[in-house]
C-alpha cells in the first residue's frame, strides 16, 4: 500500500496531462468509450508503476508512452493487427534543428479541411502512422520526445511522418477534390516557369 505523500506526489504530477492525455485517446479511439477506457487504464499503470518515473519533468512524455502501449495492447487484445509499412531510417540529426517554419502544401491543405475531415482521414491510416501524426502535428511534440513515446528510432519518427503526412494528404484528396484544387493551381502557377 502506498503512503498518503505518494498518492500527493502523483495526483500532482498527473493531474495537469488528464484532459490533455484523454484528447490523444479520443484521437486515436474509434468511440468515446474507447477513448476513456484506455485513458483510465493509462492512469491505472501509471500509479502502479509511478515508482518508474525518474524524470518528473517529462511526466506527460511517461504517460503517453503508456497510453501507447495500452491502446497496442487492446488491438492486440481484440486480434486486430498493426499495419506496418516498411520505412528506412536516418540518423540525420540536422534534420530536427533546423525546421522549416513555412507552411508547405500539407499544411495548406489542412487548413482548407474540416477538423471532421481530418480526422476521418486521420482514422483511416494504419495505425502507426496514425501514431505519429498525432503526437507530431496535433500534439506538436518533438522527433525526439516521440521516438521515446513509441520507442523508436528518430530517423524512423521521421520517415513516418513524412509517409503518414503522404497517405493522409491523398484521403483528403479523394474525399474533397475541389478543396485542393485551389490550392494546386497556387503552387503549380509558381513552378511553371521552371
Not at 23 to 29: D, I, K, L
Not at 50 to 75: E, G, K, S, T
Not at 132 to 154: G, K, M
Request: proline letters at 5%.
Amino acid at each position: 500500500m502506498r503512503s498518503t505523500g505518494s498518492r500527493q506526489k502523483f495526483d500532482t504530477l498527473v493531474r495537469p496531462w488528464r484532459y490533455r492525455l484523454y484528447g490523444v485517446a479520443q484521437r486515436q479511439a474509434p468511440s468515446q468509450e474507447m477513448a476513456e477506457d484506455w485513458t483510465q487504464e493509462t492512469l491505472l499503470r501509471a500509479w502502479r508503476d509511478f515508482d518508474q518515473l525518474d524524470d518528473h519533468v517529462a511526466a506527460y512524455a511517461w504517460l503517453l508512452r503508456i497510453l501507447n502501449r495500452v491502446v497496442a495492447d487492446d488491438y492486440r487484445r481484440d486480434g486486430r493487427r498493426q499495419q506496418l509499412a516498411p520505412v528506412l531510417t536516418t540518423g540525420d540529426a540536422v534534420l530536427n534543428e533546423y525546421p522549416c517554419s513555412a507552411p508547405g502544401p500539407f499544411d495548406q491543405l489542412l487548413k482548407n479541411q474540416s477538423d471532421a475531415q481530418v480526422m476521418a482521414a486521420v482514422h483511416a491510416l494504419p495505425d502507426s502512422f496514425q501514431q505519429v501524426i498525432l503526437l507530431r502535428d496535433f500534439e506538436e511534440l518533438s522527433y525526439q520526445d516521440i521516438a521515446q513515446i513509441l520507442d523508436l528510432a528518430p530517423g524512423t519518427v521521421m520517415s513516418r511522418l513524412s509517409r503518414a503526412r503522404r497517405l493522409l494528404v491523398k484521403r483528403l484528396i479523394k474525399a474533397s477534390p475541389r478543396s485542393l484544387a485551389a490550392s494546386h493551381t497556387k503552387y503549380t502557377s509558381v513552378n511553371s516557369h521552371e
